[in-house]
């Protein structure tokens, strides 16, 4: 019903930047939150960033004056800038929406893009 597909992952050197990008499609009636989650091994997936409507943003302390989301509600396309990248960033990097399709108001998850900061 709903597909998140994301993409902008990558190999970057410490001090570097990437851009993440995550589209959704599908038979979508609203969306409401859209944000990113990663997990790096051996570790629980955690909240980087999310944004609402309206614009109101969260982030993870370890993230913030480094990481901007935002988001294109006219392509139901959400990005994340990721500036002065630390190799502790390094994970696999998780789309996230709430969304309401046929079926009602779930979560939906993207395949998860790596990103590697080399030191």
């Known amino acids: 019903q709903v597909q998140l597909v994301e993409s902008g992952g990558g190999l970057v050197q410490a001090g570097g930047s990437l851009r993440l990008s995550c589209a959704a499609s599908?038979?979508?009636?609203?969306?409401?939150?859209m944000g990113w989650y990663r997990q790096a091994p051996g570790k629980q997936r955690e909240l980087v960033a999310a944004?609402?409507?309206?614009?109101?943003?969260n982030y993870a302390d370890s993230v913030k004056g480094r990481f901007t989301i935002s988001r294109d509600y006219t392509k139901n396309t959400v990005y994340l800038q990721m500036n002065s990248l630390k190799p502790e960033d390094t994970a696999v990097y998780y789309c996230?929406?709430?969304?309401?399709?046929?079926?009602?108001?779930?979560?939906?998850w993207g395949q998860g893009t790596q990103v590697t900061v080399s030191s």
């Open positions: 944004i609402i409507p309206g614009g109101s943003t």
């Open positions: 599908g038979r979508i009636f609203s969306i409401n939150a």
């Open positions: 996230n929406a709430e969304a309401e399709a046929r079926g009602g108001w779930r979560d939906y």
